[in-house]
């Protein structure tokens, strides 16, 4: 919801934002950033949502200092298990560059 409310990220394809979003919550949860099968199925490189990824990671990260809260609010209720107050984890964006 929150890559609707930036006008940066017109310059990208819903299915370059969506798998880049794929991307931010498997690191965000500790898992391996991206795979073959990820990239087979996506038809996006890692080094392909680098930039996408980039932008929507700035995004989450400042979500909850935003002037618009309302999504952040949305998330924080219990019915949605409070998911926007995990912390956000940095990006090694380095990995975006590497082969798996």
Request: with cysteine; hydrophobic share 35%.
């Amino acid at each position: 919801e929150l890559s609707r409310l930036d006008y940066g990220l017109l310059q990208f394809l819903p299915s370059q934002i969506a798998a880049s979003c794929v991307m931010l919550a498997l690191n965000n949860n500790n898992k391996s950033h991206w795979s073959t099968t990820l990239e087979h199925y996506t038809g996006y490189t890692p080094r392909a949502l680098r930039e996408c990824a980039t932008v929507l990671h700035r995004l989450h990260a400042g979500a909850r200092s935003s002037t618009l809260p309302a999504i952040s609010e949305k998330y924080a209720k219990e019915k949605l298990d409070k998911v926007s107050d995990l912390p956000v984890r940095e990006v090694n964006f380095a990995l975006y560059d590497q082969t798996y």
